[in-house]
């Protein structure tokens, strides 16, 4: 089972609340899964698709609740590759236009008619904030996922009419959601990205449970992450002291070659002798084993006076003095 449908599960076994905020869902569910048709003898059908089971549940328990309604439950398998079944809710009865004028995708007393459909977000369903959660609740059922968090952080709402895109993107700025949207293969995408953002939609939704298991998951890829990163850091700290120590060891060995090691001051002679024996000690271990201690910074001056005249006896090689 993917991480959404654990979601729309959990979303789906809520509790029955106000009519309010049931027309609210409704509404959002309709918009998102609805197919509107007319029959013979100017009978109009409606029908709600879902590939979810609990979904399509919730939307039956729904309409019960609500109207009353005689609906019928039929399951078809999904032309698609992997042959999903399709659980399709059908209202053909005598509510069917007061169903449409209370979800308004049709205005009071207006005759029915593909023309005179609004799917945008109708404002006065979502003026309350519970109104405005069972709304984002209901649209994703509908046409949300988010990907499972082991892999990545992306939510989306996945929309046919651009007008109800933008919609969501609107009510969802009431709880700081960045919601953003896109044109995409003809479909119209709402969208977050940021990890605490979705935690924050799954909360604004009630999918509490789902929200601990990605708050889990999250915590353990940040630790996991910040580990990876001190290790990174470690391994480029520890390669860049045995770069700069064997380019040290290969110019001292130029001094030796030059028998001109012995010649330098004694505070530099300690030193390079100790670098040659400690191939691998950092300027701060280095500093610790002079007589007296010297910190890092005075090693790493100590160190380049000795690198600068091994790189003169180098040029006078070069020159052939």
Known sequence: MTFSSKIKQELSRTEIGKSCCLKAEISAL??????????????????????????????????KTLYNMQTEV???KSNRLKKHNNYIITIEDDKVKLFLQDTMLIKKDEEINFM????AVPAELVKRDCCKRAYIKGSFMGCGSISDPEKSYHAEFVNNHEQHGLGLCEIMTAYDLNAKMIFRKNYYVTYIKESEQISDLMNVMGAHNA????????????????????????????????????????????LKRHKAVDKLPEN???????????????????????????????????????????EELLEQEKRGV
């Open 211 to 254: 929200l601990l298991e990605f708050e889990n998951v999250r915590v353990v890829k940040e630790t996991r992450n910040r580990i990876n990163r001190v290790i990174n850091c470690e391994t480029a700290n520890l390669d860049k002291i045995v770069d700069t120590s064997m380019r040290q060891i290969k110019l001292i060995k130029v």
């Open 116 to 119: 005179n459909f609004d799917f």
């Open 74 to 76: 039929t399951v078809k």
């Open 268 to 310: 530099l002679r300690e030193l390079a002798y100790l670098r040659l024996k400690h191939s691998n000690a950092s300027l701060k271990e280095l500093g610790e084993l002079l007589k007296p201690p010297l910190g890092k910074s005075g090693v790493n001056h100590r160190l380049k006076k000795i690198e600068k005249i091994a």
């Open 30 to 63: 309709v918009r998102t899964t609805g197919y509107i048709s007319f029959k013979g003898f100017n009978k109009l059908e409606i029908e709600l698709s879902t590939e979810n089971a609990a979904v399509a549940r919730r939307i039956f328990k729904v309409l």
